[in-house]
């Protein structure tokens, strides 16, 4: 009996300390309603906008992010529409560029098809990257477009599962 009672005890002491060493997942629906589109997030994330520079060099758009971190993995949903008269492919690209530059991307991302409900074209950007302490990370940036609106989602470093990124990654629709 008393090792019955110890083994239950070291049990619950194992699930104990591995629930406290495993990241907390509370996924959450995202409404992106400037560019009607939906995402789903993994935690509570901070929201912030920014007037950022496209093409023209002259005028500015205002840029929409969420991010979160869980672990050491930061998720992230940022999303613009693109004024008249600027291409939206063309916006696109230099988002993505500034993007991986500033994730320190040195090598051209592996670059792979994205089915994303609603939107053409959609692409998934993978590399190995730097944060800005120098310590290495994955990369992983997807872009989509409906129109003149763009979304990114992109995940930096951590270690998420295949269940986790699929989660992320297979919810990102625009809304009919």
Known sequence: MRNLARRALLL???VVALVACSPAYNW??????????????????????????????????KLHMQACDVGDATFAVSWLNVPQGQAAPAALERWLAASLAGAQVGDAPLVSDWSVKGALPAKRYSAQGRRHDGQAIAVDIGM????P????????????????????????????
């Open 28 to 61: 959450r629906t995202l409404n992106l309603d400037s560019v009607g589109a939906q995402a789903f997030m993994p935690c509570k994330p901070e929201y912030s906008t920014r007037d950022i520079p496209l093409l023209d060099g002259a005028s500015t758009v």
């Open 12 to 14: 619950c002491g194992v």
């Open 149 to 176: 609106s763009v979304v990114q989602l992109a995940i930096y470093g951590g270690k998420p599962t295949q269940r986790e990124r699929l989660e992320f990654w297979q919810n990102l629709a625009w809304q009919p």
């Open 144 to 147: 989509a477009q409906r129109g």
